[in-house]
């Protein structure tokens, strides 16, 4: 990957960081599982999808699915980046007048379809691709899942069904930022070995750094991983990434900054200081 | 003409329809065969085919799922709700032994509070056929309808010969009474069709509907009877909470007018697992039992006068 590629994403996950630091006020949003995803979901859309505006409904088009749905804020600062969305739009998060909230929702225009309950896109994006599979079509459809997600049972459900189908068109890239909403996962349900797991369910998997565009780059330019197999990427991450105030704690998954703090989390964000934060934090689940 | 034959004839006819089971194959047992790859069986994991179907009905198809109605209703719900009911898409339920049908099996096996799950749903339509006439006959309009349907399968055959074309909203009224009317759904219509004779050999004027269509529902037929007989009976192999007795009540309330109603339905418990036969006895449920119940309400209701 070119030197001036990975200065343009880093770019622009800057500034969809900062979208993302934005929203996380007058409300809130989940800036922490926000933030662990950005990197990977500005390089897909940049990278490694196959779609743009002009073919968002276009039956050939490549298809993402936020299984994750808490992290839209992150998906929709890239949409705004890629042009999709205005940019003033963003202020209208968690106004009744527009349709930005926590989790996403089609009227978004490249939200292929709504999340928000965990465990459900892997299998609706498996029928994507199966359907794909039937008409010998050549679209690739990424479900992104948060590693506290994989606790689901259905979510291993699909796994075994798109084994069983052989469905080497489908990715479901794991947002593995070792936390799940109140704890980190390791003490909690323990997911480790996660490769092996996945290796055993019968899948292609490779482990990346999550943060590392040119790891996810040489690990996706091999997509599919191998003829006959899911595809499963497990994307090695840090919640809050970008504000080390927050980054890898427990206790800033959901976040509801003051504007004073969010004007301190820019300056962050752009290498000043720390912030002082004050505001409390939030156990939302 | 059979439920598979239907389907295979249906499916063949139209490539938007895929046939799905989460390996419940008893309806649909040739169909790998006939069908081929827009056969798909994802194993024992009902939430991951009705998530499957949602993604499959975006890509424009349309899928006809089985599985065991208590699992498909119950196991499945939330995608049910989630996946294809928040996204409206045509995903079509064939719910196998429903109600009393699955005999033997026992209280996991129990689907009797199926109707009210589903009809909680924003766009999900209910049907519940009489037999397997009946059933074949609502199946094309509902397969080719644009919303997600649940219908609990039934496929014995049928002990009257149903000569109203169904419609989506519509009752079948197979007779009006003045001192009765009985409202049915599903498998149990047999033994209301039972019923009715005796009460009229008994003397009495008796009213008989085939309910067909629980969601959408026919408010008219509900209220015609109502304002026609002395008492309206209802008879489901459901729970008395949020199925047909249920249904009843909010349509006459919902038009600011009242009727004695009597319920027959199943009370705060699950049903004794037996041979079907069996299970229609020690529960009342026989045609005969239905009459006698039913006469015993109607002597009440002159003696309360």
């Known amino acids: 990957m070119q030197h001036k590629t990975i200065e343009r994403l880093q770019q622009t996950a800057f500034r969809v960081r900062k979208h993302i630091i934005r929203m996380s006020t007058d409300g809130g949003c989940f800036t922490g599982a926000s933030l662990s995803a950005t990197d990977v979901i500005v390089y897909l859309y940049a990278e490694f999808l196959n779609v743009t505006q002009e073919t968002l409904n276009d039956p050939n088009r490549d298809y993402l699915f936020l299984s994750k749905g808490h992290d839209v804020p992150a998906l929709y600062g890239t949409f705004v980046e890629l042009g999709w969305l205005a940019a003033d739009r963003l202020q209208h998060h968690l106004s009744a007048g527009d349709h930005l909230y926590w989790h996403p929702n089609v009227n978004i225009p490249g939200i292929e379809f709504h999340s928000g309950s965990l465990g459900h896109l892997p299998s609706v994006a498996l029928g994507v691709a199966l359907d794909c599979k039937l008409r010998g079509t050549d679209n690739k459809v990424v479900c992104i899942l948060g590693d506290g997600e994989l606790n689901e049972g259905s979510v291993w459900e699909a796994v075994l069904v798109a084994n069983a189908y052989q469905l080497d068109n489908l990715l479901f890239l794991v947002d593995r930022n070792f936390f799940q909403a109140n704890m980190p996962t390791e003490e909690l349900i323990p997911l480790e070995p996660l490769t092996d797991k996945f290796t055993a369910f019968g899948a292609a998997v490779k482990r990346v750094d999550g943060h590392d565009f040119t790891a996810l780059d040489e690990a996706l330019s091999t997509f599919p991983f191998q003829t006959g197999k899911l595809n499963v990427l497990i994307a090695d991450t840090r919640r809050g990434k970008g504000l080390p105030s927050i980054e890898a704690r427990a206790d800033r998954w959901f976040c509801n900054f003051t504007h004073d703090e969010v004007d301190e989390l820019l300056g962050e964000l752009h290498g000043s200081a720390k912030a002082t934060l004050e505001s409390e934090t939030l156990v939302v689940r | ?305």
């Open chain 2, 1 to 305: 003409m059979n439920y598979e034959q239907l389907l295979t004839q249906t499916a063949l006819a139209d490539d938007r329809y895929v046939v799905m089971t989460a390996e419940n194959r008893a309806l649909v047992r040739n169909m790998p065969t006939t069908l081929g790859r827009r056969f798909i069986d994802t194993g024992i994991t009902e939430q991951c085919m009705i998530g499957a179907a949602a993604g499959l009905a975006l890509r424009g198809r349309i899928p006809v799922v089985h599985a065991l109605a208590a699992f498909l209703s119950m196991r499945a719900y939330e995608f049910i709700r989630t996946d294809v009911g928040i996204g409206n898409l045509p995903v079509k339920l064939s719910s196998f032994i429903p109600g009393f049908l699955s005999d033997g099996n026992g209280p996991t096996h129990q689907a009797i509070e199926d109707v009210a799950l589903m009809r909680g749903i924003p766009n999900m339509q209910v049907f519940c056929p009489a037999d397997e006439q009946d059933l074949l006959a609502m199946l094309p309009t509902i397969w080719a309808s644009s919303t997600p349907s649940y219908v609990r399968i039934n496929t014995r055959p049928a002990a009257y010969q149903h000569e109203q074309p169904f419609e989506i909203g519509k009752a079948e009224v197979v007779s009006r009474g003045t001192d009765v009317t009985i409202l049915v759904y599903g498998m149990l219509f047999e033994q209301a069709l039972v019923a009715a004779h005796q009460l009229r050999d008994a003397g009495q004027s008796v009213g008989l509907i085939n309910m067909r269509s629980l969601k959408p529902v026919d408010e008219q037929a509900i209220l015609e009877a109502a304002a026609t007989a002395q008492v309206l009976v209802t008879v489901e192999d459901h729970f008395l909470t949020g199925g047909l007795y249920s249904i009843v009540a909010e349509t006459l309330l919902k038009h600011r007018t009242t009727a004695r109603v009597v319920p027959f339905a199943l009370k705060e418990r699950w049903y004794k697992p037996a041979r079907l036969n069996e299970v229609l006895q020690y529960e009342g449920f026989t045609g005969s039992q239905l009459a006698d119940r039913i006469a015993e309400q109607l002597t009440e209701s002159l003696t309360s006068l």
